[in-house]
């Protein structure tokens, strides 16, 4: 199983950017998708997860800023990100969990300048 991740980039304070995820070879759906992001100097955390039911989940920092869908094709999420903030500069890393395996993304720089 292989993830594409496109999106990223340098965004201004208070800007938008969206995140895609996109999972190819295999043929079960994703019990959870998520993105999880490390800035230098500090620990990993979890982003935002949406399960197969569509539960989702955000880090609080995020909550009311970060949307997390699920597309219409198998196996894609998107990461709407708005109002960012130079403290969301990080490398955003897409996690997908199928049935016990787990798959990460090669991760995409996301950076906001003030």
């Not at 699920?70 to 897409?94: F, H, I, W």
Request: charged share 15%; aromatic share 8%.
């Amino acid at each position: 199983v292989q993830l594409v991740e496109p999106g990223g980039g340098l965004v201004q304070v208070g800007g938008s950017l969206r995140l895609s995820c996109a999972t190819a070879g295999s043929i079960l759906s994703a019990n959870v998708m998520a993105w999880y992001r490390q800035a230098p100097g500090k620990q990993g955390e979890l982003v935002a997860s949406i399960s197969s039911g569509g539960s989702k989940n955000y880090e609080d920092s995020v909550k009311g800023r970060f949307t997390i869908s699920r597309g219409n094709a198998k196996n894609t999420a998107y990461l709407q990100m708005d109002s960012l903030k130079p403290e969301d500069t990080a490398v955003y890393y897409c996690h997908v969990r199928i049935t016990i395996r787990q798959y990460w993304g090669q991760g995409t720089q996301v950076t906001v300048s003030s």
